[in-house]
């Protein structure tokens, strides 16, 4: 019986799902309404100055890095899953929906490698 | 699958289509919550196109900033905010199917998980309240 | 008279397929009499001796024991020895062969692929080394027995089979009641048989398949909840997976 490589991306699954859960709500509520309209936030705090220091800090590059690893692969996963649920299936489907989630990833590290340290 | 069972010489077998949730309201539940994928991975490129203005440099960026100041903007974050929300309450309410087998009520395990989440929200907009006073 | 005893009348619409014919399946519909006991079972059993003596149907504890009178009623799997009537007068009643299954004839489905997927979990306890009798019992605590006791009441009635979309989609999953007694063999003090049982729970078609949905452990009569025993493997298998499991009984955890 063929074993199945899906540990690998039903780790990702779940922390992805974790971090989202527990961190997803209050993001959104920071970044799309909170400081766009100075709600409660002041619209300074994710300024160009503010948010390029937050991600030349090594420690909020990795945070931004990780939440978009992991975001993406969280709901790639539970994606590619759905597909089977509405019948579909196809042997190019896991390299298109990881595929996707990885380049996305590939796209995130690459700009925030270019902001710098 | 094969085996030393060998099944019955002549059966009707029924088709299976992609439509099987819709007739049981438990399967749409279900499919509410796998639904909430497409949610979290909208948010994942709001993410993504913001760090990468960024690195784009200042104009970008503050391009960036001007999309979400809009209506449009606000009514879109306010509607995932609540889809996240829904996510939040169905990962919790899960987890009991995922732990060993212990001692501790399902319920329990979802209400610590929706009350920490709450709290843990609450306390990071403190903190981002008080550092940018 | 009192409600106990008094006589309706219910309409049920029964799926009918016979494999000499052919043709597919279509409904019949029956008018039963019954009583506020009256079991769907024994509406089926009614119509069999007084209506129609070529339906065909299986049971026989008519008490939620044997398991072998899963039916889909109203879209629902169920044991028609522990639905009743009453619950559905004075609508209609509709009965479908269980989900999923080949038809054999009328309600009568082939179970040969699940007597197959749980013959291959190695469904018995796999001690470290045979004891003689002389040596007495093996013993465990009533803590350890816990770890097992609910994934042992299963009566391989398949209504969780019926529930789960998944193997509706992918016949090949080993399903909700095979993956629950793999677990409740491992999750057993005496048995040692994680390695001989590994390969099926690994594999794509052991507890990959499932994504839980949770309907099996809704439907289960017996308390089983399958979904559990299924999820919590998901972790060991991944532990399994990246080598964590070895290291862990190397350094003494687990057995
Ligand atoms: S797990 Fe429950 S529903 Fe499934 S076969 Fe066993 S008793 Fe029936
Ligand atoms: S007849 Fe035995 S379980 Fe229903």
Known sequence: MKRANDPIFWSMFGAGGMLSALLGPVLIFITGIAVPFGFILPKSTLSYAHALAFAQNPIGKLFLFVVILLFLFHSMHRLLHSLHDFAIHSPKEKPIFY???GYGTLLGLISLLSIGF | MSGRFKPAVKTYTRPVTGTWWKENPFFLVYMAREATALFVFIYALVLLSGVISLALGQSTYEAWQALLTTKTSLVFHLVLLGL?????????????????????????????GVLFTAGLSVVIVAVLFGVTR | M???TETRTIEIDVLRYDPDSGAPPRYQTYKVPFQHDTSVLVGLQYIKDHLDGTLT???SCRMAICGSCGTMINGIPQLSCHTFLRDYWPKKLRIDPLEHFPIIKDLAIDQTDFLNKLDSVK???????????SEGAYLQTPKQMEQYYNYSQCINCLLCYAACPQYGLTPTFTGPAALALLHRYNADSRDVGWSARSDVLNSEDGVWRCTLVGYCSEVCPKNVDPAHAINQNKVNSTLDYFGVLKLLSTVGFGK
């Open chain 1, 99 to 101: 595929g996707l989630a």
């Open chain 2, 84 to 112: 996240l929300a829904y996510h939040t309450y169905t990962w919790f309410k899960v987890m009991p199917k995922t732990t060993p087998q212990i001692d501790v009520a399902p319920q329990t395990i979802v209400k610590t």
């Open chain 3, 2 to 4: 009192t409600a106990e």
């Open chain 3, 57 to 59: 149907f299986r049971w």
């Open chain 3, 123 to 133: 469904p018995y306890l796999i001690p470290k080394q045979d004891k003689p009798l």
